[in-house]
């Protein structure tokens, strides 16, 4: 079965078309009307359908039945409604731009619906850290599906902390190499000097304390992948050695002699800008250019704010701690897309695994987050108490029991203007306690030179409480 059907009762029209279709490289067969929806049951692989518009029920029954395939109505049409899959139309005469206009058209559609790209099981495995439906991180998915079948060097660009390595980990996972290792190796964590012996090995007694022959990086990866991070902080003349890598495909071990050849796919990323590295003479421009190949660029994460929510569901999920898990309100939300994001997932997650840890199965408000996260003027809520909670707080705290060595110590600390021993005769209780309330507020404030919210600090409740408690007893410093 060809890849375009051409559908009309109108023989002219139909041989005209295939002209111009076997004109441009492309395969088509002519379907009669009465026999159009049979290849449609039994081929998901046709490209385009170019529809009569003389036949108006038949693009309706196609639309329903096949969303999934698009089709181009050729000739003028009055009474029918376009549908979903129609990607457009064509007058007659018929024209060449017009035409591959439509068909390109046509492979867009197919290109971009769901569901089409990797099974489900894949896509689960192979994006689980590429969360996202911005543009930004779509596109991402699409080269690394588009690459990485191939054996093209990949470069990564992108900001500190996007998932360069996240993306590294897809294009091996997806490749042909999938069953074979995949070795990472950070260039800037390396010195200089270590570097060509990490990459290549060493034979014994090529330098001092190389007391015995060593594999390197590009050994041990032998068939599968060796991603190297931060490939902009490679030494100048490790880059050299590089290059040579990558164009015979052979290496030699640090002291030997013997050339090893090399069957590994090199996939670099990068913080840095290359090019202008190049300007400065800090990077091979030759080098640049094997490595260059195909450029993939990790999107920073202030560049798809949509993508947050998802992203925050699945770091939770993610980083479960003790089946602790915590949920986010709309405003913080919101908070949270406004920010920067300097250091971009990673931050993010930092920041999630935080708020775990203090705020466990919690709802997470804007005043929760740290205050560089709060981008909303949110009013905080303070609760205010009945007054029988508070008075009876107060007697937990002076008739608990509690004769641990620091209350003793704050016991001391405090001047008791009342005895806390109950009299034979008996007390009116609410008395006593708004009494004791005088006093140690009256000695909170003096403390602290009638300074309300370090009194309130030292008291142990709100300023807004203390300043309550003042009114009610009307106390003030004259």
Known sequence: MSNILIISSDITRANNLSTILTFLGEPCTNVLFSYAIQPLKVKNDIKAILIDAATPELACDISEKFPYQPFVLIGDYVTFEPQKNMVGSISEPITYPALTQMLHRCQEYKRSQPNTKTSVYNKTRLFRSLIGKSNQIQGVRHLIEQVAPTEANVLILGESGTGKEVIARNVHFLSNRTDSIFIPVNCGAIPGELLESELFGHEKGAFTGAIGTRKGRFELAEGGTLFLDEIGDMPLQMQVKLLRVLQERTYERVGGTKPIKCDVR???????????????????????YRL????????????RKEDIP?????????????????KFTANAMTSLMEHKWAGNVRELSNLVERLM??????????????????????????????????????????FGGDDSEDNEEVDNNIDHTLSTELPVEGLNLKEYISDLEVSLITQALGQQDWVVARAAEVLGMRRTTLVEKMRKYNISKD
């Open 266 to 288: 090199v996939i670099a990323a990068t913080h840095r800008n290359l090019e202008i590295m190049i300007e400065e003479g800090q990077f091979r421009e030759d080098l640049y």
């Open 292 to 303: 260059n190949v195909f450029p993939i660029d990790s999107p920073a994460l202030r560049e």
């Open 310 to 326: 998802l992203l925050l569901q699945e770091l939770v999920s993610r980083l479960e701690l003790d089946n602790s898990q915590i």
């Open 357 to 398: 840890i203090l705020y466990p199965n919690q709802l997470i408000d804007v005043n929760d987050l740290p205050s560089k996260y709060k981008h909303l003027d949110v009013e905080v809520y303070e609760p205010e108490y009945p007054d029988e909670l508070l008075e009876r707080d107060a007697i937990n705290a002076m």
